[in-house]
Structures are given as structure tokens and as C-alpha cells.
């Protein structure tokens, strides 16, 4: 730390200037920087009119959406905001508590309240609406706080019941968005914006995942009738492109599936996204399973496990974590390749941009709502790789504290 | 130690003209026949590639053979799957690279298969781990992940992970060979102290103090057969086949 030349401005002049030629490039590119960076916030403050997204603000979240039952996606938000930051803190204290504020976590809480505070001013949403986003961050920092607070006090036999809360908090999301169980339904073709596309991808992320494993363990299976089928699927799936699978979802998918379960047109996309992703999935579980070596599948049998356990406890373990980051790739691609819904005329983020920059009274915006969109996109991606690397941090057993 | 009168003792690995082909069609199984009765210990040595590996795998299923018939503690070897299982959980192997599951601790490789396959309480099965460790030397290790631990290190905890599954049979296929020079002893006396409390093993291995030491028999294979079969004083001093001869000069 106390080594010469580690201050910040010395590191910079070292890395930037340490020789004439790798400061003169150092010097163009830093210019070139920012030229462009002055030119895109000079456009963004005084040349961009964001009325179109502040007029339009609701309908990118949430498309056509029953004004009346907006309720219902305020108390999923505010639900999925206290499951974060619950889980959040927990990962942080348990299963070994680390500092309570890392840097990290200091630095995203101040960029949250940030974003609470400029996106709504930015947006020029009515105070009421204000006010929800304002609790909303407000409950997802003190959930992280109580839970980092009190998380060692949960006893250990409660502890491993705690992940359950996603895949419940996702089936009561589905309900609280599409209706029943007393409330009113909204069916598909109302939903859209953010709403369709994070659906629809949280949905195909969520399944594509064990279809690819159980795909990638066919691939290798001795079964040659099992391996063939693995085979062609995945060869098929990877070499048509998703735009022709979605149409051809579209018009083939009713005839495949039994009556009552023709889903309606944004489940048979999602399900044609959930079949394309499975195959890229299977493919980054199979290098993940070929990482393995084969002894440790002998070490398992020859302990008595039979086949399943074995692949439960030893091989898809290690499988995984090193399919993790290629696997987390596959679901960026496909949060991405969800905008090929609006092709197929689906209002999601992209279909509802479309629809509002060919509204006569918004005409030539495009470069404003192309920017949001992008914005938007990059966030999500962001969150998923950063979790991603979360994850890939805690699994590996040499990291953890535990060793200590 | 047993070896003195091995008919009067149980029988428990019989193996008869056994004979395997690898599926390219090499032959490495050529008929061989063995058998180990309880409490025995039996080295197997012999040039590489002569089928050592192949065939001791082949009395847990590990690989399968196409020809003669095995019998292990009682149970005829059969392509059904719950009779290997069966199998599989009375017969423990240790094997060259160890291959301990790195993302367990040392601990959870112990208790995994007893727990598991045997259905034993967890508690109990810990309790039992860890006299295990303590009995191969590594108590203090337990919490510890096997890529933090030396070689020789990692080999007693295989040791130990099958002894964890309670079998009465022990398989090992060059448990030493890819240990450093200094780590060597420490396994071996881990294994002779099991031959001591009569475990039955069938040991492939080119430690010829542990086979003079320890061994019931010796048994020398080459190309995928059985060439001699004696007492270790025997087959050290006085080999009766050429090929023997040969072996035990190119080793010393
Ligand atoms: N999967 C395989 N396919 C084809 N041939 C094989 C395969 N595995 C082994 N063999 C061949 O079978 C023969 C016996 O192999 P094995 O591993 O049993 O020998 P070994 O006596 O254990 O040798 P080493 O001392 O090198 O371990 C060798 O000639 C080897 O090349
Ligand atoms: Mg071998």
C-alpha cells in the first residue's frame, strides 16, 4: 500500500503516460472521449424533448394494463423489492457474517437513492406516483438492513427454507398479473412494455434451465435412442434462426400442444423462447460436464450411489459451476431476443416503442425512446451478470470464508 | 494374519476365465481367474498396460467383461443394476488420482454416500467420519476442502471415505503412484494398519516393501493374464516363470 507511486494520480501517470507514444495515444483517445460524451449529453439536455417518455411512461412499463387493477403490479413490485433486499442481506451475514455495509453495498444503496430520487423527477410522474417508488426503495433498503441486522438470529433449521420464497413470490407474481383466485383476469394480450418482456424472459430463463441440463445429460447418455433425440434437437434449435421458430410457434405450436393448453399468443413465444434458449443452455452444460473428470463419476458409483444421486450430489455440482458463466451469457442473449417478440406484432418493450413513436404527436423521437430503451436493457443485463458473478463467487469453495 | 489357512476362511472374490474387450476390440482380459478369501491380502503386479487397472475395476463393475463369471462376498455379478448397486456398496476402491469431490468438505465426502445410499442418521454417520479421520490422521482437516490438503493428505481421506461406507471388501489401484516421494509411507502404513485389522484387500501396486510386508500372495499379470501366482518370500526369491524373472529385474 505505502509502495511509491500508488497514488491514484501517480498509478494514472504511470498506466497513461509511460512512454511518449503510450501518451500521445493516451491524450487522442482521452479527447475523443470526451468529444463524443460532451455531444451525446449536449443532445440528452438541450436538443432531446423527453416528453414522449414522460408522456409515455406508463405505457413502457406496463403496455395496456387495466388502469383499475395497476394495484395488483405496485403490490408485486413492493413484494419483489422486500424479497431483494431480504435476500440480500441474508447473503451477506450468512452462512458466514462478512463487514454489514461493504463497500459494494454502500455504493449500490447510494445509487438506488439516487435513482429513486432523479428517475421519477425525470420522468415528472404525479406525486402520488412519486411517492409508491420513493417506499418502494425505502422497503427494499430496510429489508436489506433488518436482514443483514438480525439474519445469524434465524435458526439454522429455518434457514434452508428460505430460498423457497422466490419460487412462491414468482407463482403469487403470475397470479397477481394475469388474475384468479378471486381477482379479476388480464389476459395476455393486455400486458406489455417492460411488464411482457420481463415476463416473458424471467419465464423462459427460469425453464430453459432444466430442460438444457436434462438435454446436455441426454447428450452424453448411453441410451442411444435418448442421445440421437438430444442430438438432433439441439442441432435443429441451433441452426434455425429464433425469428423463424417464433413464427413458425406461432402457427404450429396450438396444433402440438392438447386443447386447453393452446396457450394464447405470448405464452406459445415464450414457450418458443424457452425451447430456443433450452438448446444453448444444453450446449454450456455439456462443456461443463466435459470439464469433469471421469473419475469423479467413478469415485461416486463406486461408492454406491446410484446414477441419479450420483449426478445430483457430485457431477452436475461442478457441472454447473462451470457452465455458470456461459449458461448466465445464454440468459443475457435471451432477455436481448425477447425484443424479436414486437416482430411477430407483441407489445413488448420494443413493440410498445414502436407503437408510440408512429403516434403522429411524438414523430422523429426516436433517438429518445431508442436511448431509454437501451438504458433500460443495459440495466437489466447488468443486474444479471453482476448476479451472475455473485453467485460464481459464493459457489467456488476455495473463496468462501468458510475456510478461514 | 489369515493367510496360513485361506481355504478355511470365506471366499470372498472368485473370479473364472475372465475375459474383456475394450469396445475398439482390444482384448485385455485374456482369462483370468483369482480368488481372494476374506481377510486376504492380495498384490497385483505387473508391467503397465498388462491389464491390472481393468481387471480389479471389473470387481466392483467399473468395467464390464464379456466372458467368465465373477463372484463378489456371495453375489454372482450381474448386468442388473440394483445387484451392482448391491455390490458396489460392500466393495470400497481408492483410486490413483484419489478423486475426491472438490466441492465438498472433507467431511461432507465422508458422510455423503452413508447418508445417502445406507440412510444412516447424519449425526451418527459425522460421529463415525470423524473417528475415521482421526484413525488416518487428519482429524484436524475435517472443515477443510480437499484442494487445500497435501497429496498424501488426500489419499487417507479416500481411504477414509470408503471405509465410511463400512465395506468388507477393499479395492486399490496405485493408491501411491501419483504421490510425491515422501508422501508414499504415510498411506501405506495407513493401509497396512487396515490389513492388520483383516480387511480384505486386493492391492495393484509396485511397493515392494508393502507387498513383502503384507501380502498374502502376489499375483503378476501380463498381457491380460495371469503369469504367477505365490506367496510374497516365494515370488521375490526364488520366481518360477521367465517373465516374472524379468518383471522383478526391470522394478529394483
Ligand atoms: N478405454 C479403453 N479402450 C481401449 N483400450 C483400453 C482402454 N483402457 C485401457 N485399454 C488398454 O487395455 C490394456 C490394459 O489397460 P490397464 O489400464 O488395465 O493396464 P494397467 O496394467 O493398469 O497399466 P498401468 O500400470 O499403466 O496402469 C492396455 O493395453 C490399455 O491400452
Ligand atoms: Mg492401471
Given at each position: 500500500?505505502?509502495?511509491?507511486?500508488s497514488?491514484?494520480?501517480?498509478?494514472?501517470?504511470?498506466?497513461?503516460?509511460a512512454?511518449?507514444?503510450?501518451?500521445?495515444?493516451s491524450?487522442?483517445?482521452?479527447?475523443?472521449?470526451?468529444a463524443?460524451?460532451?455531444?451525446?449529453?449536449?443532445w440528452?439536455?438541450?436538443?432531446?424533448?423527453?416528453?414522449?417518455?414522460?408522456?409515455?411512461?406508463?405505457?413502457?412499463?406496463?403496455?395496456?394494463?387495466?388502469?383499475?387493477?395497476?394495484?395488483?403490479?405496485?403490490?408485486?413490485?413492493?413484494?419483489?423489492?422486500?424479497?431483494?433486499?431480504?435476500?440480500?442481506?441474508?447473503?451477506?451475514?450468512?452462512?458466514?457474517?462478512?463487514?454489514?455495509?461493504?463497500?459494494?453495498?454502500?455504493?449500490?444503496?447510494?445509487l438506488?437513492?439516487?435513482?429513486?430520487?432523479?428517475?421519477?423527477?425525470?420522468?415528472?410522474?404525479?406525486?402520488?406516483?412519486?411517492?409508491?417508488?420513493?417506499?418502494?426503495?425505502?422497503?427494499?433498503?430496510?429489508?436489506?438492513?433488518?436482514a443483514?441486522?438480525?439474519?445469524?438470529?434465524?435458526?439454522?433449521?429455518?434457514?434452508?427454507?428460505?430460498?423457497?420464497?422466490?419460487?412462491?413470490?414468482?407463482?403469487?407474481?403470475?397470479?397477481?398479473?394475469?388474475?384468479?383466485?378471486?381477482?379479476?383476469?388480464?389476459?395476455?394480450?393486455?400486458?406489455?412494455?417492460?411488464?411482457?418482456?420481463?415476463?416473458?424472459?424471467?419465464?423462459?430463463?427460469?425453464?430453459?434451465?432444466?430442460?438444457?441440463?436434462?438435454?446436455?445429460?441426454?447428450?452424453?447418455?448411453?441410451?442411444?435412442?435418448?442421445?440421437?433425440?438430444?442430438?438432433?434437437?439441439?442441432?435443429?434449435?441451433?441452426?434455425?434462426?429464433?425469428?423463424?421458430?417464433?413464427?413458425l410457434?406461432?402457427n404450429?405450436?396450438?396444433?402440438?400442444?392438447?386443447?386447453?393448453?393452446?396457450?394464447?399468443?405470448?405464452?406459445?413465444?415464450?414457450?418458443?423462447?424457452?425451447?430456443?434458449?433450452?438448446?444453448y443452455v444444453?450446449?454450456?452444460?455439456?462443456?461443463?460436464?466435459?470439464?469433469?473428470?471421469?473419475?469423479?463419476?467413478?469415485?461416486?458409483?463406486?461408492?454406491?450411489?446410484?446414477?441419479?444421486?450420483?449426478?445430483?450430489?457430485?457431477?452436475?455440482?461442478?457441472?454447473?459451476?462451470?457452465?455458470?458463466?456461459?449458461?448466465?451469457?445464454?440468459?443475457?442473449?435471451?432477455?436481448?431476443?425477447?425484443?424479436?417478440?414486437?416482430?411477430?406484432?407483441?407489445?413488448?418493450?420494443?413493440?410498445?416503442?414502436?407503437?408510440v413513436?408512429?403516434?403522429?404527436?411524438?414523430?422523429?423521437?426516436?433517438?429518445?425512446?431508442?436511448?431509454?430503451?437501451?438504458?433500460?436493457?443495459?440495466?437489466?443485463?447488468?443486474?444479471?451478470?453482476?448476479?451472475?458473478?455473485?453467485?460464481?463467487?459464493?459457489?467456488?469453495?476455495?473463496?468462501?470464508?468458510?475456510?478461514? | 494374519?489369515?493367510?496360513?489357512?485361506?481355504?478355511?476362511?470365506?471366499?470372498?472374490?472368485?473370479?473364472?476365465?475372465?475375459?474383456?474387450?475394450?469396445?475398439?476390440?482390444?482384448?485385455?482380459?485374456?482369462?483370468v481367474?483369482?480368488?481372494?478369501?476374506?481377510?486376504?491380502?492380495?498384490?497385483?503386479m505387473?508391467?503397465?498396460?498388462?491389464g491390472k487397472?481393468?481387471?480389479?475395476?471389473?470387481?466392483?463393475?467399473?468395467?464390464?467383461?464379456?466372458?467368465?463369471?465373477?463372484?463378489?462376498?456371495?453375489?454372482?455379478?450381474?448386468?442388473?443394476?440394483?445387484?451392482?448397486?448391491?455390490?458396489?456398496?460392500?466393495?470400497?476402491?481408492?483410486?490413483?488420482?484419489?478423486?475426491?469431490?472438490?466441492?465438498?468438505?472433507?467431511?461432507?465426502?465422508?458422510?455423503?454416500?452413508?447418508?445417502?445410499?445406507?440412510?444412516r442418521?447424519?449425526?451418527?454417520?459425522?460421529?463415525?467420519?470423524?473417528?475415521?479421520?482421526?484413525?488416518?490422521?487428519?482429524h484436524?482437516?475435517?472443515?477443510?476442502?480437499?484442494?487445500?490438503?497435501?497429496?498424501?493428505?488426500?489419499?487417507?481421506?479416500?481411504i477414509?471415505?470408503?471405509?465410511?461406507?463400512?465395506?468388507?471388501?477393499?479395492?486399490?489401484?496405485?493408491?501411491?503412484?501419483?504421490?510425491?516421494?515422501e508422501?508414499?509411507?504415510?498411506?501405506?502404513?495407513?493401509?497396512?494398519?487396515?490389513?492388520?485389522?483383516?480387511?480384505?484387500?486386493?492391492?495393484?501396486?509396485?511397493?515392494?516393501?508393502?507387498?513383502?510386508?503384507?501380502?498374502?500372495?502376489?499375483?503378476l499379470?501380463?498381457?491380460?493374464?495371469?503369469?504367477?501366482?505365490?506367496?510374497?518370500?516365494?515370488?521375490?526369491?526364488?520366481?518360477?516363470?521367465?517373465?516374472?524373472?524379468?518383471?522383478?529385474?526391470?522394478?529394483?
Amino acid at each position: 500500500m505505502n509502495t511509491p507511486g500508488s497514488s491514484p494520480l501517480q498509478r494514472l501517470r504511470r498506466e497513461l503516460f509511460a512512454s511518449p507514444l503510450d501518451g500521445l495515444i493516451s491524450l487522442l483517445l482521452i479527447g475523443f472521449l470526451l468529444a463524443v460524451g460532451l455531444a451525446v449529453l449536449r443532445w440528452m439536455l438541450f436538443q432531446a424533448q423527453w416528453a414522449v417518455i414522460q408522456a409515455n411512461s406508463t405505457l413502457f412499463a406496463v403496455g395496456r394494463y387495466p388502469v383499475d387493477q395497476q394495484w395488483r403490479l405496485w403490490l408485486l413490485t413492493s413484494l419483489l423489492a422486500l424479497a431483494s433486499g431480504l435476500s440480500w442481506g441474508l447473503l451477506r451475514r450468512l452462512p458466514h457474517p462478512g463487514p454489514a455495509w461493504p463497500r459494494n453495498d454502500r455504493l449500490a444503496v447510494g445509487l438506488l437513492i439516487a435513482l429513486a430520487v432523479v428517475a421519477p423527477l425525470a420522468l415528472q410522474l404525479q406525486a402520488s406516483v412519486q411517492l409508491r417508488w420513493w417506499l418502494i426503495t425505502a422497503s427494499l433498503i430496510t429489508s436489506r438492513w433488518a436482514a443483514g441486522r438480525w439474519g445469524q438470529a434465524i435458526p439454522p433449521a429455518l434457514r434452508r427454507w428460505i430460498p423457497l420464497i422466490w419460487p412462491l413470490l414468482y407463482l403469487a407474481g403470475m397470479v397477481l398479473i394475469s388474475g384468479g383466485l378471486g381477482l379479476v383476469s388480464v389476459p395476455p394480450s393486455e400486458w406489455g412494455g417492460l411488464l411482457l418482456t420481463l415476463l416473458t424472459a424471467s419465464f423462459a430463463i427460469l425453464l430453459c434451465f432444466p430442460l438444457g441440463v436434462l438435454l446436455a445429460l441426454g447428450r452424453r447418455s448411453e441410451l442411444p435412442l435418448l442421445r440421437g433425440a438430444s442430438v438432433l434437437y439441439i442441432e435443429f434449435i441451433r441452426g434455425a434462426p429464433l425469428i423463424t421458430l417464433l413464427f413458425l410457434g406461432q402457427n404450429i405450436l396450438g396444433f402440438l400442444l392438447p386443447g386447453g393448453l393452446a396457450p394464447d399468443r405470448v405464452w406459445r413465444a415464450a414457450w418458443v423462447l424457452t425451447f430456443f434458449a433450452a438448446a444453448y443452455v444444453a450446449e454450456a452444460v455439456r462443456s461443463g460436464l466435459a470439464a469433469l473428470p471421469p473419475g469423479q463419476l467413478e469415485a461416486a458409483r463406486s461408492l454406491g450411489l446410484p446414477m441419479p444421486l450420483a449426478l445430483i450430489h457430485v457431477v452436475l455440482p461442478q457441472a454447473l459451476r462451470v457452465a455458470l458463466p456461459a449458461t448466465v451469457g445464454q440468459f443475457i442473449s435471451l432477455l436481448q431476443d425477447t425484443t424479436l417478440l414486437s416482430l411477430i406484432g407483441l407489445l413488448d418493450l420494443l413493440g410498445t416503442a414502436r407503437t408510440v413513436m408512429a403516434n403522429p404527436a411524438f414523430l422523429g423521437k426516436n433517438g429518445e425512446v431508442y436511448l431509454v430503451l437501451a438504458v433500460l436493457f443495459w440495466c437489466c443485463c447488468a443486474a444479471l451478470g453482476l448476479g451472475s458473478r455473485a453467485l460464481e463467487h459464493r459457489l467456488n469453495p476455495l473463496s468462501s470464508p468458510a475456510q478461514a | 494374519m489369515t493367510s496360513s489357512t485361506p481355504s478355511a476362511a470365506a471366499v470372498m472374490i472368485e473370479a473364472r476365465g475372465v475375459e474383456k474387450w475394450y469396445p475398439n476390440g482390444f482384448q485385455a482380459l485374456r482369462g483370468v481367474d483369482l480368488t481372494v478369501h476374506q481377510g486376504e491380502v492380495v498384490v497385483i503386479m505387473g508391467p503397465s498396460g498388462s491389464g491390472k487397472s481393468t481387471f480389479i475395476r471389473t470387481f466392483n463393475a467399473l468395467e464390464a467383461f464379456q466372458k467368465g463369471s465373477i463372484t463378489v462376498d456371495g453375489m454372482a455379478l450381474s448386468d442388473d443394476v440394483r445387484n451392482i448397486d448391491a455390490i458396489r456398496r460392500e466393495v470400497g476402491m481408492v483410486f490413483q488420482q484419489f478423486n475426491l469431490f472438490p466441492h465438498l468438505t472433507v467431511l461432507q465426502n465422508l458422510t455423503l454416500a452413508p447418508v445417502l445410499v445406507r440412510r444412516r442418521p447424519r449425526r451418527e454417520v459425522e460421529r463415525q467420519a470423524l473417528d475415521l479421520l482421526e484413525r488416518v490422521g487428519i482429524h484436524e482437516q475435517a472443515h477443510k476442502y480437499p484442494g487445500q490438503l497435501s497429496g498424501g493428505q488426500q489419499q487417507r481421506v479416500a481411504i477414509a471415505r470408503s471405509l465410511c461406507m463400512e465395506p468388507r471388501i477393499m479395492l486399490f489401484d496405485e493408491p501411491t503412484s501419483a504421490l510425491d516421494p515422501e508422501m508414499v509411507q504415510e498411506v501405506l502404513e495407513v493401509m497396512q494398519e487396515l490389513a492388520r485389522d483383516g480387511m480384505t484387500m486386493v492391492v495393484v501396486t509396485h511397493e515392494l516393501r508393502f507387498a513383502r510386508r503384507v501380502a498374502s500372495r502376489v499375483v503378476l499379470m501380463a498381457d491380460g493374464e495371469v503369469v504367477e501366482e505365490a506367496p510374497p518370500e516365494q515370488f521375490f526369491t526364488n520366481p518360477r516363470h521367465e517373465r516374472s524373472r524379468q518383471f522383478l529385474s526391470q522394478i529394483r
